[in-house]
């Protein structure tokens, strides 16, 4: 029986949840927010944006990263690696944040091709990179991403426009 189910390569839950514990193990015993995991997610594997290692998944034409569709992804992965102690959720004054679980390092050291070790390099590259910026300063970033991906976005949408014309 056929379906009509759609390849979610690097974006299902379990692609996301690895890139999720590699940020939270990188970044032990720091926890973040949903909010905060969702950009990390994207900003894992396009790090040139930020001046860093070459990206890990192939360029698209928009690199707009589509927030809420990526954090409904991300929060189905921390759920999923929270049931493998993984994750681990946090519930405070300032909200719900998760950190890497108990058996995250080990999990991170068993796995050892090619493509997590450069996603664990990136992850360490990442959470070093951004370990100074505070809330406000890491907002304020986001929003410079945000406002260029709209440019972005309406100059490929002109560019569409324009060739149905």
Not at 21 to 39: C, E, K, M, R, W
Not at 60 to 85: C, F, G, S, W, Y
């Amino acid at each position: 029986m056929m379906t009509d189910l759609k390849p979610m390569t690097f974006n299902g839950p379990l692609e996301a949840g690895i890139r999720a514990v590699a940020v939270l193990g990188s970044a032990y015993p720091n926890s973040f927010d949903i909010q905060t995991l969702t950009a990390y997610d994207y900003l894992l594997v396009r790090t040139s944006v930020l001046d860093g290692p070459e990206d890990l998944h192939p360029s698209a034409p928009i690199q707009t990263p589509a927030t809420e569709v990526r954090r409904k992804i991300v929060q189905n992965a921390l759920h999923m690696m929270m049931t493998r102690d993984l994750v681990e959720r946090d519930v405070g004054a300032e909200g719900i944040s998760y950190r890497a679980g108990e058996a995250a390092a080990m999990f991170l050291e068993s796995l050892t091709t090619p493509y997590i070790c450069a996603l664990k390099e990136r992850a360490e590259w990442l959470t070093d990179r951004l370990s100074d910026y505070d809330e406000a300063a890491f907002d304020e970033m986001m929003r410079e991403f945000f406002d260029r991906w709209m440019v972005e976005f309406q100059d490929v949408q002109k560019v569409g426009e324009d060739s149905a014309s």
